[in-house]
């Protein structure tokens, strides 16, 4: 690649492209590929018959723990300005040692902090 935003711009197009198109076939495939019953309630179905009801309780309590974590995760990274920010360095914080400027002192930054 000789470097050029438009080169950037025309694969990161076509990158999109195809994991939608991807995306769409793979999404297509799992509908054919379920039985014809699956989505009815008549078919009575529970997760993990054969356990003791003690350890299916534990793993769907534990289960349900994890999915209302990682929707909190996803609510709090959808915020404007926290991604990254949650683990980022203090302020007053030394530049990497790479002989970089800080953040806050390269005009092409932006900075959310006050």
Same mark, same amino acid.
């Given at each position: 690649m000789d470097?050029? %935003?438009?080169?950037?711009l025309?694969v990161?197009?076509?990158l999109?492209? %195809?994991?939608?198109?991807?995306?769409?076939?793979? %999404?297509?495939?799992v509908?054919v590929?379920?039985?014809?019953?699956y989505?009815?309630?008549s078919?009575?179905r529970q997760?993990?018959?054969?356990?003791?009801p003690l350890v299916?309780?534990?793993?769907?309590?534990?289960k349900?723990?994890?999915?209302?974590?990682l929707v909190m995760?996803g609510?709090i990274m959808s915020?404007p300005?926290i991604?990254?920010r %949650?683990?980022?360095?203090?302020?007053?914080a030394?530049?990497?040692?790479?002989g970089?400027?800080?953040?806050?002192d390269?005009?092409?930054?932006v900075?959310?902090?006050?």
């Open positions: 470097g050029s %935003i438009e080169t950037y025309l990161g197009f076509a999109s492209v %195809i994991a939608s198109v991807g995306g769409i076939v793979v %999404i297509g495939i509908l590929k379920l039985p014809p019953g989505f009815s309630d078919a009575a997760f993990l018959p054969a356990t003791h299916r309780w534990t793993v769907v309590f534990v349900n723990v994890l999915g209302a974590a995760l609510l915020v300005g991604p990254g %949650i683990w980022a360095p203090e302020r007053g030394e530049a990497p040692e790479r970089a400027e800080p953040a806050s390269r005009p092409d930054s900075n959310f902090g006050p």
